[in-house]
């Protein structure tokens, strides 16, 4: 299985990264080109690194990171060949801002190759605290949506940081997933919000969060084994997430 994660900046990728592929006893590949990791079992700044590249082309931060992502595009089965190498799981970190990982094929090119040694599953990672609102959980979910059709994949939401949630916002966010509480909420909006919300609901069933909602921290290891158990479900059904 290759568990690709994916998010938001600072949403915390690399420290659930990090914490799955010492569970699991599994190799830790980062794809970001701009932020060093070390001990990764593979890491895409051998290829390339970004602030070579904002030397080398004079760009700035945001135009070298685009740039970096097309050097990874050009050597994608190289990478996807070194990823496979690592054996049966592994966990994926992304660039810290999900939009360079969308850029241009990169992200799908890799993501071609290694689903022919392994089930590719994203792991959807959204700051728990994001969610607290029903606007926040809805542009949350809209944008899992989005991810998922654009890297062709199917995922796996994890709410993040869940040791910062007071006990009243973990019972909304878990209310929200289900199909009940995301209609009564979207009804008592009524506005564009609302509209916007029920029209939008029959896509929640496509989605992990509404049979298994997972609240995870890093902190205080919640929700961990259950998110361990999953992925080897994943891996037993070869990526049925359902
Ligand atoms: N309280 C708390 N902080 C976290 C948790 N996970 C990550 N963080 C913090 O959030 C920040 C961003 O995390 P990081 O993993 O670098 O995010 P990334 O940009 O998505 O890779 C760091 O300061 C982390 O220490 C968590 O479960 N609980
Ligand atoms: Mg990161």
């Known amino acids: 299985v290759n568990i690709y994660v994916v998010g938001g900046a600072g949403a915390g990728k690399t420290t659930l990264s990090r914490r799955l592929s010492s569970h699991l006893s599994c190799p830790y590949v980062n794809l970001d ?26 760009l700035g931060i945001n135009g070298a990171l ?18 496979c190498a690592l054996g049966d799981f592994k966990v994926i970190d992304t660039p810290g801002q999900l939009e360079v990982f969308l850029h241009g094929d ?40 989005f991810v998922e059709m654009r890297l062709e994949t199917a995922g796996i939401v994890v709410f993040t940081k869940s ?7 973990r019972e909304h966010i878990l209310t929200l997933c289900s199909p009940e509480g995301f209609e009564e909420a979207a009804r008592a909006r009524g506005n564009f919000t609302g509209g916007f919300a029920l029209s939008m609901r029959e896509f929640l069933s496509y ?9 995870v921290s890093a902190v205080t290891g919640e929700g961990l084994e259950e998110l361990i158990d999953l992925l080897h479900e994943v891996q037993c059904s070869c990526g049925d997430l359902t």
């Open 163 to 169: 040791d910062l949630l007071a006990p009243e916002d």
């Open 106 to 145: 990169a992200a799908r090119r890799i993501m071609e190759h290694t689903a022919r040694c392994g089930a590719n599953v994203l792991l959807h990672v959204v700051d728990a605290s994001m969610c607290r609102t029903f606007e926040g959980f809805l542009a949350a979910f809209a944008l899992t949506l």
């Open 66 to 83: 685009l740039r970096s992502m097309e050097v990874i595009s050009s050597s994608f089965s190289r990478i996807a060949d070194e990823i």
């Open 33 to 58: 080109p701009a932020t060093p990791q070390e001990g990764a079992d593979f890491d895409v700044r051998a290829h390339v690194r970004t602030e070579d590249i904002m030397k080398q082309y004079d």
């Open 207 to 215: 989605l992990s969060i509404t049979s298994r909602p997972l609240l």
